[in-house]
């Protein structure tokens, strides 16, 4: 898997769900807990996703947004 910060699109009303900002067609798991800081949040994707920012301390990541780096690291893409 490859984790990215991704911003987040959408004002959360019907048909405009929130929703990461990525490219159309990715395969993507995420998380909605937001980084205080930053404002962004953890992407997984299969697939390398060009355009995001990689993230290259997840454990720091997951940390700043009270997320379990263990739980994070099981998320899975796929069939």
Known sequence: MKYYK???????????????????????????????????????SSDIVEGLEHITDLYQACESRGLDVDDVT??????
């Open 6 to 44: 991704v911003n987040m699109i959408g004002d959360g009303s019907e048909g405009n769900e929130f929703r990461p900002d990525i490219p159309e067609g990715a395969p993507f798991v995420w998380s909605d807990n937001r980084c205080p800081t930053c404002g962004t949040y953890i992407m997984a």
């Open 74 to 79: 099981k998320w899975f893409v796929g069939e």
